[in-house]
């Protein structure tokens, strides 16, 4: 399979996120601080797939995926990122493999205010996927 696009990468699940205490939402705010995750990695989008290899690994089907959302919402809010979100938008992905329904947000490519990558992968998916 052709690699479509790499990129580091900072993610968490949407249970995970919704455990995440105030103490850790005001840290976010700080200089040096990267946004509200989990889980990082490296991130790589294929022909078929998205894979994340990291503290834990993840492998997406792209066929499997129902939604693509970049911004806030509900479970990541915007004091999760530095600026209150104003350079940085997390990427929902909601998927379903026939088994189990799973919902990560994921910020690529994070250089200390900017996350520029992530827009670029929201939009390269829409692309593949339409």
Known sequence: MEI???????WAYDYELEAKSGLSQIAAQFSGVPPIHEHSGALRLSTGTIEIVGDVDLLISLNDI???YLGFDEVYHRNFVKNLGAFCQPLRIRSSNGFAKTTIYLIAGYSGSSCAPTQNLFNLLQQILS
Request: aromatic share 20%; net charge negative; proline share 10%.
């Open 4 to 10: 479509l696009f790499e990129s580091p990468v900072f």
């Open 66 to 68: 129902e939604e693509l």
